[in-house]
T-cell receptor
């Protein structure tokens, strides 16, 4: 069974631009979560989607948004990029509430 | 709100045993998980405790005390490949509760 796939692996953007990241969960997983990882801050929860509905949201500004499609694939969008948005963005899927998270390899975003 | 505390770094010797502690504060609780992340890699699931006590999986064990809001990950017979960051994580009891991670413990293993 294929794992969680995130594209692209690397992105370099300029301040003020916007970016869209993509995540394909493990087949059969309907829950997709997004995390931002920066040195010293660990994994910070962005949002979780389940069956195309945002189920929960972390404490990030409205510039961060996401959506999920009927095939469970998810996208995350960041508008008006700031230097502080440079991070590794991780997507994870899970089979159910009691199930572990399965992470993709992440998208490394650099904002210059 | 939810928060987790774990040491930022731990150093141990190859072949030894090391314990990584995690304390949490949550408005609800639905289990403590542990994840391992090697440099440049994705976090991978290690263990999960929903009830008090010890869960053992090979060289790794995880413990939970819900009354103390405390858990730990125990790694035995340390190998150099265990050098990684280890994260504890908690989820709430509700269907819509998110999984929150600690900031991670960097484990350094000396030969």
């Amino acid at each position: 069974k294929a794992g969680v796939t995130q594209t692209p692996r690397y992105l370099i953007k300029t301040r003020g631009q916007q970016v869209t990241l993509s995540c394909s969960p493990i087949s059969g997983h309907r829950s997709v979560s997004w995390y931002q990882q920066t040195p010293g801050q660990g994994l910070q929860f962005l949002f979780e989607y389940f069956s195309e509905t945002q189920r929960n949201k972390g404490n990030f500004p409205g510039r961060f948004s996401g959506r999920q499609f009927s095939n469970s694939r998810s996208e995350m969008n960041v508008s008006t990029l700031e230097l502080g948005d440079s991070a590794l963005y991780l997507c994870a899927s899970r089979a159910g509430q009691n199930s572990p998270l399965h992470f993709g390899n992440g998208t490394r975003l650099t904002v210059t | 709100g939810q928060s987790l505390e774990q040491p930022s770094e731990v150093t141990a010797v190859e072949g030894a045993i090391v314990q990584i502690n995690c304390t949490y504060q949550t408005s609800g609780f639905y289990g403590l998980s542990w994840y391992q992340q090697h440099d440049g890699g994705a976090p991978t699931f290690l263990s999960y405790n929903a009830l008090d006590g010890l869960e053992e999986t090979g060289r790794f064990s995880s413990f939970l005390s819900r009354s103390d809001s405390y858990g730990y990950l125990l790694l035995q017979e340390l190998q150099m490949k265990d050098s990684a960051s280890y994260f504890c994580a908690v989820g709430g009891p509700g269907r819509d509760d998110k999984i929150i991670f600690g900031k991670g413990t960097r484990l350094h293993i000396l030969p």
